[in-house]
């Protein structure tokens, strides 16, 4: 079964500083990845995917992620942060069963410092 | 278009009431689901549909039932509210069951059960 998981409960970050979400990944196959954000009282909105070609894949709000297969790993950064930017990221991958759903990581919250 | 939208926002529940979250969605949508959100946990699948008429199990589905009558409505009901099911509730929808759809959520359903 995949799975998938965000080492890091809570990340801080200085206005202005670059930022790293990480995110690591258990499939067996090709990977579908996605990274969310979900703003206080919100569901959640989509910000990239990898599904196949370049490694760095750039997304929505000034945010990347960088797909790295040799370490499973499906970072998300963006090189210089927004104390707008502040929210909980969800790394997740797709399930290639029948529902073909997504598997969630529990979640990093960000907080970008003034 | 609207999105995804979820009614009610806010809920209380008594041990044993039932009761329906309703979502709609207004994109034409093929695939719906519902997911549960829970501290330090991501998001788990409780059901989803892949059209309408059709729906199936994800992976935490007792105590729910679902039903698809209309491509745009998934509403999904308690049957006996048990504080367990004390969770933030979000519906989504994406075009179709390919991977590489990303997935479009409502705002959630904030549910608690004494």
């Known amino acids: 079964a995949q799975s998938v998981a965000q080492p890091e409960d809570q990340v801080n970050v200085a206005e202005g500083n670059p930022l790293t979400v990480k995110c690591t990944y258990s499939?067996?196959?090709?990977?579908?990845l996605f990274w969310y954000v979900q703003y206080p009282n919100r569901g959640l909105q989509f910000l990239l995917k990898?599904?196949?070609?370049?490694?760095l894949v750039k997304g929505s709000y000034g945010f990347e992620a960088e797909f790295n297969k040799s370490q499973t790993s499906f970072h998300l950064k963006k090189p210089s942060a927004l104390v707008s930017d502040s929210a909980l990221y969800f790394c997740?991958?797709?399930?290639?069963?029948?529902?073909?759903?997504?598997?969630f990581g529990s979640g990093t919250q960000l907080t970008v410092l003034p | 278009n609207a999105g995804v939208t979820q009614t009610p926002k806010f809920q209380v529940l008594k041990t044993g009431q039932s009761m329906t979250l309703q979502c709609a969605q207004d994109?034409?949508?093929?695939?719906m689901s519902w997911y549960r959100q829970d501290p330090g946990m991501g998001l788990r699948l409780i059901h989803y549909?892949?059209?309408?008429?059709?729906?199936d199990q994800g992976e935490v589905p007792n105590g729910y039932n679902v039903s698809r009558s209309t491509t745009e409505d998934f509403p999904l009901r308690l049957l006996s509210a048990a504080p367990s099911q004390t969770s933030v509730y979000f519906c989504?929808?994406?075009?179709?069951?390919?991977?590489?759809?990303?997935?479009?959520f409502g705002p959630g359903t904030r549910l608690t059960v004494t």
């Open positions: 499939v067996s196959g090709n990977p579908y």
């Open positions: 997740a991958v797709r399930d290639m069963g029948s529902a073909r759903q997504l598997t």
């Open positions: 989504a929808s994406r075009v179709g069951l390919a991977e590489s759809y990303e997935q479009y």
């Open positions: 549909s892949v059209g309408a008429g059709i729906t």
């Open positions: 994109m034409n949508h093929e695939y």
């Open positions: 990898y599904i196949t070609g370049d490694n």
